[in-house]
């Protein structure tokens, strides 16, 4: 037994090397399947890790607390005292405007001050070495490694007086560079502020989603700004995440004996990042990949296994004559596709490690995430050695054992003919065809000879392109989405906001004095604290517009929309309600702030919104006047262009602003619908990406795959070649027949693949829809999808052919018929 197992040893060796192209393509094919596995659990790993890691590190709040009129350094560092309370940070935020030269245009900036900044303990926001260059900053800002030592950070952290330091995802958002000077717009006028360095905070979504650049600022340059110290945004830690409850009741209750008005307490998760949501999408998806990468890998190497079997056909009959039984015949081609899985295991790992982490750090770098240095996932090189060594064995197992069942007589008899008889129903169904050229009558016929074979082939490559078309129809499904609830509900090019109250018999007409503004409309928008039927109080974006507006269409879910009549009916958004269990019909109090009162409002609908698809609700504009007691009155105009492209409602904007302002309304900021769209699809694209990165893998396993069955088709059909040369094929009739051969295998591919991606797209753009906006998108199919596939496969088809076409054309007669 000994001395068979050192024999199967030694010819196991023998093969691997003396077959050198050939143990070349098998490891490659198991490879590519190792590396779809390894790349996606190394991202996901990393990802994971690293995200919890930071996260953590920078002590994430249990409790948010607002309030509005802000709360004393003094009273603040009282909550301290609460029982369970570990740690308190309060943060002064002004939501102001700033620009960077008198040129450029007005936008909003939240800009944050900290009571000290080197003696942060909750939502800690960490300096950044600084960035100089304008030409590197809106990358490089998103990138940047998060210091590790001192000599790293900003030297000029914390900001001192009059300086400004600004959060590094926004230094993009803002154009700007450290060096550049920051205009802040203030009730007693503007203040100019120098950009000092770059901070990185990680409690809140970046820039881009969130829409406003964030900076940060000293206490005393705070009191320039809002003229007070006061913060008004209050983070606390538990000292356990159960007692949560009992601390956020415990400072609310502190504050309001101390007199102040909480107007929201939120409920943190410090384990749930901000942009927990759409990587959990992602991480589905990449689960979702991982298993069909897995699946296309076990059709690739149960594709080259059987051939590598029919190949070795000649060698089973004799080893079989010599008294091999099934088992040994079994384990020592089991021993080769071990090699192979082991070969192909170290070909991929090293690969994938480095792939998954170079994917792991761009997605880190869209949500503002830094990733520690590189290093190996053992998660990730387990399961590529289970799916290396594993999922080989596993996709052998059939032709092995019916390689290892075959007789010495049918071993010596079909060997070299071509791995199947070719007598199988679509051959025969194929030899009526008549007309065809005989080149391509064979090409045609040989495709087919081997059904398990060429099954296998279309499944991995039609698997491979029905991503791709899935990918972009889940692309094109999401644009049309945003599309109709967007542009649908929301028909106005541009908002903008006013310094002060201004007179709508006035700037309406101004606005609609420029030729190409449609329709301007008055519209209302506040902050205000909603308290639901359960006690909850929270803070909502309270908006309203025209009973016949022409700019906002409602896409209810349930439920009413406002009348006019109405004196305390309320619209809220799905999502939202869904999450704080708020229901048609319950009754809720509305305080606008200031000295307006209290105001009792019944949920008559629920609206579906991607813009405020939290907490933004809907009341009537004329209850609201009468509540304001004011007429004719507004701080906020929606206007419409006759052009509606991002760089028209751009100028249009610009001049429609300067018109106003000639006019008397000075403008406090402005917002475009292109800008919206971008927040809401900010963090979608970072999904797309991957997508087609895995639908681009996806087609290499594909294209790896067919070039496989065609070299084995080569090396298995030696004897054939050698009659066709010796009856008079020429080199090029051999070539034409083996390009054909795999044209016709990528064109099935190619139907195949049109055929699944319609149910695959279906089913990937529900699950996007589902997971991003709780609701199906509206299915687009990529029509042009097809084309680009279409396209991309024969060029695969023809690739894959070429190196095998040309071995088989430079086989002589001889070669041929003596080939072992």
Not at 430 to 458: C, E, M, S, Y
Not at 523 to 536: D, E, H, I, R, V
Not at 635 to 642: G, P
Request: with cysteine; hydrophobic share 50%.
């Amino acid at each position: 037994m000994i001395h068979a197992l050192r024999t199967l040893r030694i010819k196991t060796c023998r093969d691997l090397w003396g077959n050198r192209s050939r143990t070349l393509l098998v490891a490659l094919s198991v490879a590519i399947g190792v590396l779809g596995v390894g790349m996606i659990i190394a991202t996901w790993d990393i990802l994971t890790h690293d995200l919890a890691r930071r996260y953590a590190a920078i002590q994430p709040a249990h409790v948010e607390i607002s309030v509005p009129q802000g709360v004393t350094l003094d009273d603040l560092a009282g909550l301290e005292t609460l029982p369970g309370v570990a740690a308190v940070q309060g943060r002064a935020v002004f939501t102001g405007r700033g620009r960077l030269t008198e040129d450029t245009a007005w936008q909003t900036v939240e800009i944050i001050a900290l009571p000290d900044g080197n003696a942060q303990t909750v939502n800690v926001v960490a300096p950044v070495a600084a960035y100089s260059k304008p030409s590197a900053h809106p990358s490089a800002a998103v990138g940047a490694v998060m210091p590790t030592s001192a000599q790293d950070a900003s030297p000029n952290w914390p900001p001192a007086r009059g300086q400004v330091i600004v959060e590094r995802a926004s230094l993009a958002e803002l154009g700007a560079a450290t060096g550049d000077t920051l205009y802040v717009d203030t009730a007693g006028g503007v203040v100019a502020l120098p950009i000092v360095g770059l901070a990185h905070q990680q409690d809140d979504v970046v820039a881009a989603v969130k829409g406003n650049p964030v900076a940060f600022v000293s206490l005393d340059t705070m009191v320039r700004l809002q003229g007070h110290d006061r913060v008004n945004t209050i983070y606390l830690r538990a000292e356990g995440a159960a007692q949560r409850n009992d601390v956020a009741e415990a400072a609310r209750d502190r504050l309001e004996r101390a007199g102040y008005t909480v107007s929201r307490v939120t409920l943190r998760d410090p384990a749930a990042h901000p942009a927990q949501d759409v990587l959990d999408v992602l991480l589905l998806v990449m689960g979702i990949l991982g298993a069909l990468s897995l699946a296309l890998s076990g059709f690739l190497v149960t594709n080259t296994i059987s051939a590598l079997v029919t190949q070795q056909i000649r060698q089973i009959g004799v080893m079989k004559a010599l008294g091999a039984d099934t088992w040994i015949v079994l384990r020592a081609y089991g021993l080769t596709v071990l090699a192979y899985g082991l070969l192909g295991t170290l070909i991929a790992a090293p690969l994938a490690s480095r792939t998954g982490y170079r994917l792991a750090a761009f997605l880190a770098g869209q949500i503002n995430l830094d990733l520690f240095p590189y290093r190996l996932s053992p998660t990730a090189l387990a399961v590529m050695a289970g799916v290396g060594l594993g999922v080989p064995l596993v996709a052998a197992g059939k032709p092995l054992w019916q390689g290892a069942r075959i007789t010495v007589r049918q071993a010596i008899a079909d060997y070299g003919l071509g791995g199947g008889s070719g007598d199988n129903v679509m051959s025969r169904v194929l030899a009526k065809v008549q007309g065809l050229p005989r080149v391509w009558a064979l090409a045609l016929r040989n495709a087919v000879r081997v059904p398990d074979r060429l099954a296998l082939t279309l499944i991995t490559l039609g698997l491979g392109g029905a991503t791709f078309i899935a990918v972009l129809s889940t692309d094109s499904s999401f644009s049309r989405t945003v599309d109709n609830l967007m542009e649908g509900q929301y028909g106005m090019d541009a908002l903008i906001a006013f310094g002060q109250e201004q007179r709508i018999s006035r700037v309406a007409p101004l606005a609609e004095a420029h030729g190409e503004v449609a329709h301007a409309e008055a519209w209302y928008f506040s902050q205000a604290s909603m308290k639901l039927a359960s006690g909850q109080e929270v803070l909502v974006l309270a908006q309203a517009g025209p009973a016949d507006t022409q700019f906002y269409h409602p896409n209810l879910q349930a439920g009413r929309w406002l009348d006019p009549a109405d004196s305390n009916a309320i619209v809220v958004n799905r999502k939202w309600a869904t999450q704080e269990g708020v229901q048609l019909g319950d009754t809720v109090t509305l305080d606008l702030g200031g000295d307006l009162p209290l105001t009792e409002g019944v949920v008559v609908g629920i609206n579906q919104d991607l813009v405020q698809k939290q907490t933004g609700v809907f009341v009537s504009f004329e209850a609201l006047d009468r509540l304001l007691k004011r007429t004719d009155r507004t701080i906020t105009l929606e206007v419409a262009y006759t052009r509606h492209d991002a760089e028209a409602q751009t100028r249009i904007t610009g001049e429609v602003v300067a018109m106003l302002e000639a006019g008397g309304a000075e403008v406090f900021s402005t917002q475009i619908l292109g800008q919206l769209k971008r927040q809401v699809t900010s963090f979608y694209r970072i999904l797309v990406v991957f997508l087609l990165v895995m639908s681009g893998l996806t087609a290499l396993v594909g294209g790896i795959g067919l070039m496989g069955m065609m070299s084995i088709n080569v090396l298995e059909r030696s004897k054939e070649i050698g009659v066709m040369r010796a009856i008079g094929a020429d080199a090029r009739a051999i070539v034409t027949i083996f390009w054909g051969e795999s044209v016709v295998v990528a064109l099935l591919s190619f139907i195949l693949a049109v055929l699944l991606s319609v149910p695959l797209a279906h089913l990937l753009t529900r699950a996007v829809g589902m997971a991003f906006i709780q609701t199906p998108l509206d299915f687009a199919y990529a029509i042009a999808g097809i084309g680009y596939w279409l396209a991309l496969v024969l060029v695969i088809g023809t690739a894959a052919s070429i190196l095998p076409a040309l071995n088989a054309a430079g086989l002589s007669v001889r070669e041929s018929l003596s080939y072992e």
